[in-house]
């Protein structure tokens, strides 16, 4: 199991804490950062190394 890091971003600054997943290896790790639920950037990284980016989700507005 190798350990990966969670970021979440606004501006290219964090956002609360980090998530630490322990994970067999990238695919993995992606796709349970991927169900992880969030509002902001999200960056996912092992040791030193960006292993994907999630871009923050759009949010509705509700127009009157």
Same mark, same amino acid.
């Given at each position: #199991?190798?350990?990966?890091?969670? /970021?979440?971003?606004?501006? &290219?600054? *964090? $956002? &609360?804490?980090? #998530?630490?997943?322990?994970?067999?290896?990238?695919?993995?790790?992606?796709?349970?950062?991927?169900? @992880? *639920? /969030? $509002? /902001?950037? #999200?960056?996912?990284? !092992?040791?030193?190394?960006? @292993?994907? %980016?999630?871009?923050? *989700?759009? @949010?509705? !507005?509700? %127009? &009157?």
């Amino acid at each position: #199991m190798a350990e990966y890091t969670l /970021h979440f971003l606004d501006s &290219g600054k *964090p $956002v &609360g804490p980090a #998530m630490q997943l322990e994970c067999d290896d990238d695919r993995q790790a992606i796709a349970e950062a991927e169900a @992880v *639920p /969030h $509002v /902001h950037r #999200m960056e996912l990284w !092992r040791l030193n190394r960006r @292993v994907w %980016t999630f871009d923050a *989700p759009d @949010v509705l !507005r509700e %127009t &009157g």
